[in-house]
């Protein structure tokens, strides 16, 4: 059965240190993988998107993302955190015919 | 163009009690979705329209939940007898069509539902 795991339910880091969201999804053929974020208050935004070619992709606000087949992951990097990052951080699968499954996001709090 | 809209933005309400939901997606798109985000949940999936074929129920968790779409555009999302579980932010998004699970979905802000 498809599914994404997040590991992380909560991370804290410093303004200016890099960041590395975990996310795992279990899919048998090719996936579609996405990051969103959520900003309290907001709706979801995408922030990067990975259907083939290459393996890293680069999105918005700095964000980049490395798609890994042996390890069945696709964690979210970003080189230095600003505090407007500090948000909800949602990783999703897309699945076969218009089915979207999605992880149970990670929280990111940035300390000053 | 105006994002996707959804009101109200917060419902409070009483065990047993019926609620509607609304969801006006962007002009021009063919898909819509419904999802429900519990606390400390991911999205979960509801409810798909496309176009003008049958809707993709598998995701309502019971016959209490249902969706209608009207003209292609403004969606609804209707709970009977609302139980305490119900409880979530319940999330609509649009897409632009090609019957494919590439396509970027665009989020409404959501409208969270309290039951009492």
């Known amino acids: 059965a498809q599914s994404v795991t997040q590991p992380d339910i909560h991370i804290t880091v410093s303004e200016g240190a890099s960041l590395e969201l975990r996310c795992n999804y279990s899919?048998?053929?090719?996936?579609?993988l996405f990051w969103y974020v959520q900003s309290p208050g907001q709706g979801l935004q995408l922030l990067l998107k990975?259907?083939?070619?290459?393996?890293l992709v680069q999105g918005i606000k700095g964000f980049e993302a490395e798609f890994k087949r042996s390890q069945s992951s696709f964690n979210l990097r970003k080189p230095s955190v600003h505090w407007s990052d500090a948000a909800e951080y949602f990783c999703?699968?897309?699945?076969?015919?218009?089915?979207?499954?999605f992880g149970s996001g990670t929280k990111l709090n940035v300390k000053p | 163009g105006a994002g996707v809209s959804q009101s109200p933005s917060n419902k409070v309400t009483e065990k047993g009690k019926d609620v509607e939901l609304r969801c006006d997606p962007i002009?021009?798109?063919?898909?819509l979705y419904w999802y429900r985000q519990s606390l400390g949940q991911g999205l979960e999936f509801l409810i798909y329209?496309?176009?003008?074929?049958?809707?993709?129920k598998s995701g309502l968790p019971s016959d209490r939940f249902s969706a209608e779409r009207t003209g292609g555009s403004v969606s609804t999302l209707t709970i009977q007898r609302t139980q305490q579980e119900d409880s979530a932010v319940y999330l609509c998004?649009?897409?632009?069509?090609?019957?494919?699970?590439?396509?970027?979905?665009?989020f409404g802000p959501g409208t969270r539902l309290t039951v009492l």
């Open positions: 998004a649009s897409s632009t069509t090609s019957g494919g699970s590439y396509n970027e979905q665009f």
């Open positions: 899919y048998g053929a090719t996936p579609y």
């Open positions: 990975y259907f083939s070619g290459d393996t």
């Open positions: 999703a699968v897309g699945a076969g015919f218009n089915k979207f499954y």
């Open positions: 002009s021009g798109h063919t898909a």
């Open positions: 329209f496309q176009g003008n074929s049958a809707p993709d």
